[in-house]
């Protein structure tokens, strides 16, 4: 969601303010890159010991506790998070009361790494079979 905005208002904002003037959207084709590339490129996720480190561009960061870790399941929730991808993960944190969106490429690897630092982990919607998650 954050990342379509950015994309997409650079480039429409010039054609509001200046509708017929072809420069305003030559100005928001130049913006939209610098704007995305940023989100695209540095987007990640590591474990570090036991904390899962998320990092969205410049702007999110956030640490979890994977002792703290209660529950992993799939999800298509469109809602804003530091996830590239429509195809996510769900991580609940924090005796459920927080939770984070992630799209990491390898989701089944992924989950096996949480699973390992914390077993009490639930999981659903992510098996070993590679088919169960595309």
């Known amino acids: 969601m954050i990342l379509s905005a950015a994309i997409v208002l650079p480039i429409l904002l ?8 072809p420069n305003g959207l030559i100005v928001g084709l130049i913006i939209a890159p610098v704007i995305a590339i940023p989100f695209l490129l ?3 996720y590591r474990i570090q010991g036991h904390v899962l480190e ?3 561009a410049f702007i999110i ?8 870790i209660t529950s992993v399941s799939k999800t298509r929730n469109p809602i804003s998070a530091p996830a590239l991808s429509l195809d996510r993960i769900e991580i609940v944190y924090g005796n459920g009361l ?8 390898d989701k089944v690897g992924f989950v096996q790494s949480l699973k390992a630092i914390n077993h009490q982990i639930t999981v659903s919607g ?9």
């Open 14 to 21: 010039p054609l509001v303010i200046t509708p017929f003037d």
């Open 42 to 44: 540095g987007t990640h």
């Open 54 to 56: 998320i990092r969205c």
């Open 61 to 68: 960061r956030i640490d979890v506790d994977i002792l703290r």
């Open 98 to 105: 927080r939770y984070v969106i992630v799209s990491p490429k």
């Open 126 to 134: 992510v098996s070993n079979e590679a088919s169960s998650i595309l």
